[in-house]
């Protein structure tokens, strides 16, 4: 249940309380039994207090089970009561499974319920072994591994056949990240702040595109370079933010299906954490979302599912047709918003000087840009360890002191040279693309590819184009050598099949594969085979049903000589298998005097082997169902094996 992190820490402690206190009772040996009536009411009384504080419906259910179950393992515990322990236990997971549709929890699962089985046949098994004379032979616990892959197979079954159930979303959360301790997206950029970043590997995206012979590298990854989250327009103080002024860009559509009309295309598989905002890449952009309403704009040109819409079993899956483009387009902005987009705030006079000695003289704002970008690139060294974040003006010691900083420092630094000479100029968030993964054929963009760049006003081209001051960085999590990335790399691609194929399993994907199952029985029946083919598939048809007969005949004592003899009765032959070197059965010895001999020779099993006689007789000799001299053959075959 912690796994999940479905479950606040303070929750945990509240289910785990009772159960620690269960095992202390367990470890010291003491007896509770005659307090039992106590450990009831206050199980009751728990529930009760519970019900006045209202702490909700599933915290009730998962306190007060936890609660009984505490009080279960406390007291003396009889067959009635552990089957009451399993069976609340069963419940507890239950409430976990729902919580979760990650592929470790699958491994947990199936060991949970391969130790269930084993539960439940070691207490079915001593109810009944009981009953039968001499020492109860042991469960036969070979089969838990059948029982459990069995119970995998039909839960596919039932997984692929029934209706699709569809989850709920959850909107975006606001996570700040400049001033924190973990790398991932931001609608804010603020740099104060104290000690390094940390690189986050939680997997934001994979961008999958069509399978083509060409390099999809090569073709893909120039377009998908910048993945635009958030416009940050307004600059209060030092800390920049969303603004309402600002447009949804132009060149978005969406029609519930992407349009074929551009040159490229990709799907876009968005983790349940990151499904309210859709980074997307530059240029024109028709947009596909599978069985769901249309986006909504957000705040600074951010686009957003629409709220309250549940998503496709978690995943988030959006089709993208780019054309890509340099150039934003746009009116040059006026009045009100260009005085924002203009606004210096509180600034720093180390960026307006540092801006006229790297790039002096009247100039363009595309010359501009470029000279302030290389300078800034050529200049200063990029590194997560935030030198400057506890200055009094990180913006300053960075431009003067510690020369070095994350990607943060260098689109505010640009981004207020900019509009320190009169160019619009803005922050914007979103990610690098990230590595490109072979195994699954995807891109792969987690939160340490969470970047800020600036968007400037052009009026020569008509919009906004883009400047990235920041230094290229290497991922190493996913670099191309090293046993550590493959690792990695192989990782994810298990995590995406995963993703695509299961939790992300739909309607759509069962309608679509009913239809290739339709057309390859279709094509099979079109398929006539040739004469010889036929007559094998004859044959072998003969053949079995051959081998059916001669085996139900054996088994109903068709092939039996004399009954007497311990190799005439089949179900004899596994301890017959485990006796062979030495203690075979004699010439002319009969069933039953082969097991008294064995009696007496190993007095520990004499009185099974008894009854093993009197069974042999039984069915030798009376044509007794053989079921029950079959598992206490294969027993005590078992036993005489060790």
Known sequence: MAATGAHAPQALATMALPLLAAALVEAAGWSLGPWHRWLEAGALAAFLLQLLLRVGFLPLVLNTLCVLCAVRLALPRGFPERRQLLLMGFLLFLSTAVTTAQLDFLLGTIAWLAGSAALLLQLNWERSARLGPGAPPAPPRARILGWTLGALVLGAGFFVLLPRLPGQTSRLPRFRVGSGASAGLSDVLDLHGSGPIQNSRTVVLRIQPPDEPSDPQARYRPPLALLRAFGLEQLHGRRWGTSLLEPLRPGLRWTGRAAGLHPLGADFFLEPGFQGVIPLPYGAVDLG????????????????????????????????????????????????????????????????????????????????????????????????????????????????????????????????????????ARVATGYRLGPWIPGGRYFLVTQAEAHSWVEYYDPVSGGWRVADPTPATADVAFASGGLGAAVARWSDTVQFFWDRNVVRFSDQDQLSGAGWAAERAEAMVRRRPGPRAEGLAGLALLAGLGWLGWRTWRRRGGSRGPADRPGAIPELRPLLRATRRDLPPLAHETARAWLERLARLRPQRALMLRVLAREADAVGYDHKPADGLRRLVRDEARLWRK
Do not use: K
């Open 289 to 424: 979302l599978a069985g769901e309403a249309p986006l909504r704009p957000g705040a600074g040109g951010s686009l957003l599912r629409a709220s309250g819409l549940p998503p496709a079993q978690g995943v988030t899956t959006v089709r993208v047709a780019l054309t890509p483009a340099q150039v934003i387009p746009e009116a040059p902005p006026r009045g009100r918003r260009l005085d924002q987009l203009t606004d210096t705030g509180l600034g720093t006079p180390s960026a307006q000087a540092w801006s006229l000695r790297a790039a002096p003289g009247e100039l363009a704002p595309r010359d501009l840009a470029e000279r302030l970008t290389v300078a800034l690139r050529s200049q200063y060294r990029y590194t997560l360890d935030n030198p400057s974040g506890t200055a009094p003006d990180p913006l300053q010691d960075f431009l003067e002191h510690s020369r070095a900083g994350h990607c943060e420092y260098f689109a505010s630094a640009l981004a207020l040279m900019l509009r320190y000479r009169g160019v619009p």
